[in-house]
């Protein structure tokens, strides 16, 4: 990777440091997906330290989550109008607010509130990065998968930290520790870009979106990441049920970001080359054949194999989504919808498969994926059509 391939600019027109605001954007998008990363860990200390049920549990990951995806929504349809530095910061301030509550509250109503508010910091964070990445970067699907690889590598830190911290309360210490992470983050959000997320932007180009491949897109990827959802929401859960113990599903989760870090890094490196029907489209195929070798309960070896190779095809998948959206719409309120969407499914996707898993078994789990993924790919196919019949000016589309 080189900077050079970068070209950024900020809202008075002078030339940006490219690699200062890769970092620093890198940064900000670890920041605004800690909810998803740590979903599985965060389920499970939930479960063992306050005797919540799968469904319960699940429910509190799904607030957070949803919020998380509905602040990215806000953001996108110009109901949050801020500067991109000033929404992360706002947002940092949330996140850290969101946490401290999360820490002391053990009323479940009022702790399923303090996840809600934690993740719509998040939401704020995680808008500020990806508006960034669609305006500020000529190769948005190359700068994607570049961010998340390096994203990666902050996760799989986070993993190996998790056990240790776990001496200090079942996600009592992690909370802790995530606050000062967040703090010390919040002193870099100010190298954001400080144009403005209005909508009102460039009216221009609010009359040029093509609604028809912009709803195929976000339906498509929507109706995936429920499907995935239920699995990841419960990856703590199929592990130990593998037979493995909680710290060696967090080594295992550790060890996985190898996998996203190849996946996201070939994204960065492939780009556009083979267009985007086949990424997308492999993409899919893979991370639910992923959830299916997961939750194949009565097969131990599976369940890594399944792990690695979900990580590293979602960590493929999503940069591709996101550049996807990036050519919609240049503003970047379309890559913010989408990532939005794409979250907020992925937190529903909790929820359902607590339901899943009380009322059928653990290994439905990969059923639910295989069948959200066959309606995905049908629509992708469509997605592919419009953009290859002119809907769309993309010549790397295949």
């Not at 599903?249 to 985007?276: H, K, N, P």
Request: aromatic share 10%.
């Amino acid at each position: 990777m080189t900077v050079d391939q970068y070209s950024t600019v900020n809202s008075t027109g002078s030339s940006l440091s490219e690699k200062g605001l890769f970092l620093t954007v890198t940064l900000t998008k670890f920041i605004g997906v800690l909810g998803l990363l740590l979903m599985p860990l965060q389920i499970g200390g939930f479960i063992e330290g306050l005797g919540l049920g799968e469904t319960q549990a699940g429910l509190l990951a799904t607030a957070e989550v949803f919020s998380l995806g509905g602040g990215l929504i806000l953001v996108s349809l110009g109901i949050i109008k801020l500067p991109l530095n000033r929404l992360a910061i706002i947002g940092g301030v949330i996140v850290i607010i969101g946490y401290v509550l999360s820490i002391f509250i053990e009323y479940y109503p009022a702790l399923v509130i303090a996840r809600g508010i934690t993740g719509l910091g998040m939401g704020l964070i995680n808008a500020a990065a990806t508006m960034t990445i669609a305006t500020c970067f000529s190769d948005a699907d190359r700068t994607a998968g570049n961010v998340f690889a390096l994203v990666y590598v902050g996760s799989a830190i986070l993993y190996l930290a998790t056990p240790l911290l776990s001496q200090f309360g079942h996600y009592e210490g992690l909370f802790t520790f995530l606050i000062v992470i967040v703090g010390i983050a919040m002193l870099l959000f100010r190298r954001l870009p400080n144009t403005s997320t209005s909508k009102t932007q460039d009216k221009n180009i609010e009359r040029k979106l093509s609604w028809l491949p912009i709803t195929l897109l976000i339906s498509g990827q929507a109706i995936l990441f429920v499907g995935l959802g239920t699995c990841w929401g419960f990856a703590e859960r199929l592990g130990v049920n593998s037979g493995l113990s909680s710290k060696e599903v967090s080594f295992y989760l550790a060890w996985s970001a190898v996998a996203t870090i190849v996946g996201a890094t070939l994204a960065g490196w492939l780009g556009t080359r083979m267009g985007r029907g086949a990424p997308l489209i492999g993409g899919a195929v893979f991370a639910s054949l992923a959830c299916a070798l997961m939750a194949s309960t009565g097969m131990d070896w599976s369940y890594l194999p399944g792990l690695m190779l979900y990580q590293a095809s979602t960590a493929f998948l999503i940069p591709y989504m996101i550049g996807t959206a990036a050519l919609l719409d240049s503003n970047g309120r379309v890559a913010a919808a989408v990532v939005g969407t794409l979250i907020f499914c992925y937190g529903g996707g909790a929820a359902l498969g607590g339901w899943v898993i009380e009322t059928f078994s653990l290994s439905a789990l990969g059923w639910v994926a295989l069948s959200s993924a066959s309606v995905t790919i049908v629509i992708f196919f469509f997605l592919l059509s419009q953009l290859k019949n002119g809907q769309l000016s993309d010549p790397s589309t295949p």
